[in-house]
């Protein structure tokens, strides 16, 4: 099993400029959430799908942009890169509910210049 | 939303020494409360974990304690050694779906060999 699978894992983006990060995982898992850290501020929740078809906001959903049209695939996108918005990005998963358990990507590092 | 202290942000001890983290939540209906270990560079991994129908739970050296009263929970980890160097994070969920998991800001803990 791959698990979670992130890419790109670096890229560097001029502000304004558009991308998706991608996110897939092999495990038939309902849930899946994209996360960001930035130094001493821990992982914020941006988005997260409970299922294909159902995306939801977390914490720090400005700027980003989630669809969720199967179970293994869940892309975030970056409408129009900003400073503010250079970060590791994480994608996790988890079977449903009541297993708590996260299972993360490797990350991908973003910088906006 | 819920809201996650987790304290301290550095830790510092001994190989062979004790560490204890500790984490506060403020949303009385999470029931779930994880710890995760990153270690540089990497994605961060679960460790333990803790549902609130127990107060403790042990794994080899490592334990989590939880206070549902005092809406606090701890990380234990006892005769430390240095590849226990990492930062860890605790995390609760929103109480009432359990979707969002709200993170800590992290503890770099350092075992000095």
């Known amino acids: 099993n791959a698990g979670v699978t992130q890419t790109p894992k670096f890229q560097v983006l001029k502000t304004g400029q558009s991308m998706t990060l991608q996110c897939a995982q092999d495990m038939n898992h309902e849930y899946m959430s994209w996360y960001r850290q930035d130094p001493g501020m821990g992982l914020r929740l941006i988005h997260y799908?409970?299922?294909?078809?159902?995306?939801d906001q977390g914490e720090v959903p400005n700027g980003y942009n989630v669809s969720r049209s199967t179970t293994e695939d869940f892309p975030l996108r970056l409408l129009s890169a900003a400073p503010s918005q250079t970060s590791v990005y994480f994608c996790a998963s988890r079977r449903d509910f009541n297993t708590g358990e996260l299972f993360f990507g490797e990350g991908s590092r973003l910088t906006v210049l | 939303g819920e809201n996650v202290e987790q304290h301290p942000s550095t830790l510092s001890v001994q190989e062979g020494d004790s560490a204890v983290i500790k984490c506060t939540y403020s949303?009385?209906?999470?029931?779930?409360f994880p710890w995760y270990k990153q270690e540089l560079g990497k994605r961060p991994q679960l460790i333990i974990d803790i549902r609130s129908n127990v107060g403790e739970k042990k794994d080899q050296r490592i334990a989590v304690t939880l206070n549902k009263t005092a809406k606090h929970f701890s990380l234990h980890i006892t005769e430390t050694q240095p590849e226990d160097s990492a930062v860890y994070f605790c995390?609760?969920?929103?109480?009432?779906?359990?979707?969002?998991?709200?993170f800590g800001t992290g503890t770099s803990l350092t075992v000095i060999p």
């Open positions: 799908s409970v299922g294909a078809g159902i995306t």
């Open positions: 995390a609760a969920p929103n109480g009432n779906t359990g979707n969002q998991f709200y």
């Open positions: 949303d009385s209906a999470s029931n779930y």
